[in-house]
C-alpha cells in the first residue's frame, strides 16, 4: 500500500487548505485512516482519525472544530479540510493507514497506524 499526501502549501493566518491522500495498492475501504502533524522541534501529534465507513471520527482538541476530515472510498482518498489556519498550525502533515484493524475501530495512537505517507508541508504565517 502507498500513500500519497497533497494539497500543501503557504497561506496567511485565517486562510483554509484542503489536504488530501489516496491509497493504492489495498482496499481502501477497510483502512482506517488518520492525520498526524509535526512542527519544527516538536514531537508528531495526533489531528484525527476517521472510521473505514467515514461515519465515525475523532478529532485532537487543538483543532476541533477548525479541521474537518472525510473519505471517498470510491476515489480511495481521505481529505483533511482545515480552515481559519493560524500559524501555530504550522507543520507537516502525514497520512496514516491502519491496515490491522478487524473492527475497523479508529485510534488515537501513531503505533496503531502501520503505513504513512510522505507528508506534506503546511506553513501558516501571520
Known amino acids: 500500500v502507498q500513500l500519497q499526501a497533497s494539497g500543501g502549501g503557504a497561506v496567511q493566518a485565517g486562510g483554509s487548505l484542503r489536504l488530501s491522500c489516496s491509497a493504492s495498492?489495498?482496499?481502501?475501504?477497510?483502512?482506517?485512516m488518520g492525520w498526524f502533524r509535526q512542527a519544527p522541534g516538536k514531537e508528531r501529534e495526533f489531528v484525527t482519525t476517521?472510521?473505514?465507513?467515514?461515519?465515525?471520527?475523532y478529532y485532537a482538541d487543538s483543532i476541533k472544530g477548525q479541521f474537518t476530515t472525510s473519505r471517498d472510498n470510491a476515489k480511495n482518498t481521505v481529505y483533511l479540510q482545515m480552515n481559519s489556519l493560524k500559524p501555530e498550525d504550522t507543520a507537516i502533515y502525514y497520512c496514516?493507514?491502519?491496515?490491522?484493524?478487524?473492527?475497523?475501530?479508529?485510534?488515537?495512537?501513531?503505533?496503531?497506524?502501520?503505513?504513512w505517507g510522505q507528508g506534506t508541508q503546511v506553513t501558516v504565517s501571520s
Open positions: 476517521v472510521s473505514w465507513g467515514g461515519t465515525r471520527k
Open positions: 495498492g489495498h482496499t481502501f475501504s477497510r483502512l482506517v
Open positions: 496514516a493507514a491502519d491496515n490491522n484493524s478487524v473492527s475497523g475501530a479508529i485510534s488515537t495512537y501513531a503505533d496503531q497506524y502501520d503505513l
